[in-house]
């Protein structure tokens, strides 16, 4: 599960990962963003200060790159996260009343939305001839169904209690 | 002894490909991994060879279960025969796609067997004049959209002297830069995908390429973050590509030096713009800059930059291995060469379509993609991405190709092909493309960050049912300044779905109804 897949925010480790990233590139602070967030799943508020340092330039600029970009989360992810992809070719085969459905489920049952967190949209995955398409824990999913994202959800769950 | 093969395509896997794949190793079989063919309604699809290079039947849906139920079995339902006999695949004329589904992406020994390296080898035998020329002469142009001549561009960033990084001293003055524009944020369009996870040499091939035509020492390929998978085996790709001599200093024993690196997105769609792309490579806020001066000029860093789509790149190989002339012999008018349609939405066929331009959409849509998945008649469909137009199913005599389209409205766009049957309401289409560009617009110009929230709005109140006409008309009014005052394509192509919608489908935006997210 998540909370155990990544580490505790520890600025020194941080700092560890940011200083070779300022130091070989030109333009490194979305990198740092970047890296941040892979190492600890989300990028804390004083993740920001810290990149801001590293990289001389203001905390507004480093914020302002933080905000701009979709991936960026300011919170831990959920621990499978689930999300339907919300773009044309998906809305042409159902997308829309899948989101509709895996709602209402998830609002019914708080143990599955407490894992799998609020659906954020995502556009185009990149599996536009099998739509309805999904990532579920970076799983990719064609055909999607409410009983595919259950399974995937479930051995999601299973395969992250191993770890 | 008799070889297996089980695509690792994202979509392949998507329909469980790996458990295929582990069944059949269960059972002591060999198995390659190899690309997808692009028949994606088929998949997985596994096939099968006397030997490895030897020619191949296939098996279509196959799963873990009917692998354990006793495949190979010709009278299985799941069987499709001799593979290249199929006529989807049969009536293709495949340039850039040629090794995808045929190759393990990853060995190098395939990839030279099956043509790899040719066009680099030629190329690193001419002057860098003569590849521009060549790719000048074969009239490639840029299939990200906007379809600006690859030779033009590519001869502008020859003909710049390298600079420094900006800020670095003129003593470092060594840099022009191939970025390779992969950030396929195109609803129904895969086709970069594909390409990167089922041949990606040919990409770096390619972009080795350009480097010597046009003097540059580093390439970047900006990545979607929402393409795992072809992050991993492009990377992987490049990691055996330098081993092979194929990047690095000295390639293939030439003079040329020249190496690649990715770079993940981070989840903005209008980062697929170059210079927003640019300024997401140079670690800032996707914010789409003002030309000029252009990337050719002042681009990544404020040094010469190529930025080309994927298969923009990925089309030169095979154009310098056989020939600019034989390229250009292909397509109509002023779309010469292949390109690479992609067949999606509601599609009973859906996948990878490469031929000459100048088909049209109704043998796309029809022939290849065999009608609606649903099996209910087709109404509109959407061709270019978000900022394409909808046809409606009576248009579709339309060719594809760059100009034609335009003539009919439309944009070929990234070649992406999206189809809706009789169940869409074209009205909230429309309200759609407004939304999607209220989500991604940068914010840079005001016709795109405040017309596209008026536009969401205004298409709200005309589904109402309040003062339909006039607003209505400020509808149009408001498409009309964000066609003609915004920076870019974002907001700039934004009304074509609106408005097409609109003018085509005007019975959807008539009836009241509650207006859904």
Not at chain 1, 116 to 142: K, M, W
Not at chain 2, 224 to 242: C, F, G, K, N, V
Not at chain 2, 411 to 426: Q, R, S
Not at chain 2, 482 to 496: E, V
Request: aromatic letters at 6%.
């Amino acid at each position: 599960m998540s909370s155990a897949r990544y580490p505790t925010w520890h600025a020194e480790t941080a700092e560890a990962l940011i200083a070779p990233i300022v130091a070989a590139e030109a333009g490194p602070v979305l990198l740092c963003l970047q890296a941040v967030q892979s190492h600890f799943g989300y990028v804390p508020s004083d993740a920001v200060g810290l990149i801001a340092e590293a990289c001389n330039v203001s905390r507004a600029d480093v914020h302002g790159v933080f905000t701009f970009y979709a991936d960026l989360r300011d919170a831990p992810p959920p621990a499978v996260p689930v999300r339907l992809c919300a773009a044309e070719a998906c809305q042409a085969v159902g997308g829309r009343q899948l989101k509709a459905d895996w709602t209402a489920l998830c609002q019914s049952d708080t143990a599955l939305a407490g894992l799998t967190g609020i659906d954020e949209p995502i556009f185009c995955l990149g599996n536009c001839a099998l739509g309805p398409a999904a990532l579920v824990d970076g799983e990719l999913l064609g055909c999607a169904d409410v009983a595919r994202l259950q399974d995937a959800v479930a051995r999601a769950s299973v395969s992250g209690e191993g770890v | 002894m008799s070889v297996w093969f089980v695509p690792r395509d994202a979509a392949a896997r998507s329909m469980g490909a790996d458990a295929v794949a582990d069944a059949l190793e269960a059972r002591g079989e060999t198995v390659v991994r190899n690309g997808s063919r692009g028949m994606l309604w088929m998949e997985p699809l596994v096939e099968r060879a006397d030997e490895r290079h030897g020619p191949r039947v296939g098996w279509r849906n196959v799963t873990a279960a009917a692998v354990e139920a006793g495949l190979p079995d010709a009278q299985s339902a799941h069987y499709v025969g001799a593979v290249e006999a199929i006529e989807y695949l049969a009536r293709q004329n495949r340039w850039i796609y040629e090794r995808v589904g045929v190759t393990d992406p990853l060995d190098p020994e395939d990839f030279v067997a099956h043509g790899g390296l040719a066009g680099l080898k030629n190329a690193l035998a001419m002057s860098a004049d003569a590849v521009v020329q060549a790719v000048t002469d074969s009239g490639l142009r840029g299939r990200g959209g906007a379809g600006f001549p690859a030779g033009i561009k590519w001869r502008t960033v020859a003909d710049q002297a390298p600079q420094p990084h900006a800020g670095e001293s003129q003593a470092a003055a060594r840099h022009k830069y191939i970025c390779v524009n992969a950030d396929e944020g195109d609803s129904g369009t895969f086709a970069d995908r594909m390409l990167m996870e089922g041949d990606p040499f040919c990409l770096l091939e390619g972009m080795a390429i350009a480097a010597h035509a046009v003097g540059a020492d580093r390439g970047l390929v900006y990545l979607r973050s929402e393409y795992p998978d072809a992050i991993a085996t492009l990377q992987a790709a490049i990691w055996i590509a330098r081993e092979q001599g194929w990047l690095g200093e000295g390639i293939l024993g030439s003079e040329l030096s020249f190496d690649v690196e990715i770079r993940v997105g981070a989840g903005s769609y209008v980062c697929g713009e170059e210079t927003a792309m640019l300024e997401s490579l140079e670690g800032r806020r996707g914010m789409v800059r003002a030309k000029p001066p252009l990337p050719a000029i002042k681009g990544l860093f404020g040094t010469p930059t190529v930025i080309n789509n994927v298969l923009t790149i990925a089309s030169v190989p095979s154009i310098l291995a056989r020939g600019a002339e034989a390229y250009a012999a292909l397509g109509q008018n002023r779309s010469l060469g292949t390109q690479v349609f992609q067949l999606a939405g509601n599609i009973a066929q859906g996948g990878i379509v490469e031929t000459a331009f100048g088909i049209t959409a109704r043998e796309l849509v029809e022939d290849f993609g065999g009608g609606t998945r649903s099996g209910r008649p087709l109404r509109a469909v959407q061709i270019g991405g978000p900022l394409g137009a909808y046809l409606s199913a009576d248009k579709l005599d339309v060719a594809m190709e760059y100009e034609a389209l335009i003539a009919a409205g439309g944009m070929i766009g990234h070649g992406g092909v999206v189809l809706f049957d009789d169940t869409v309401n074209m009205a909230e289409q429309a309200r759609f493309a407004m939304d999607f560009c209220v989500e991604e617009s940068c914010g840079k110009c005001t016709p795109c960050r405040i017309g596209a929230v008026r536009g969401v709005e205004t298409i709200d109140k005309i589904r109402a049912g309040k003062d339909v006409a006039a607003n209505t008309e400020l509808l149009r009014d408001l498409c009309d300044v964000m066609t003609q005052g915004s920076l870019c394509a974002m907001g700039g192509l934004t009304p074509n779905p609106v408005l097409s919608a609109l003018n085509q489908f005007p019975e959807d935006f008539e009836s009241p109804v509650i207006a859904t997210g």
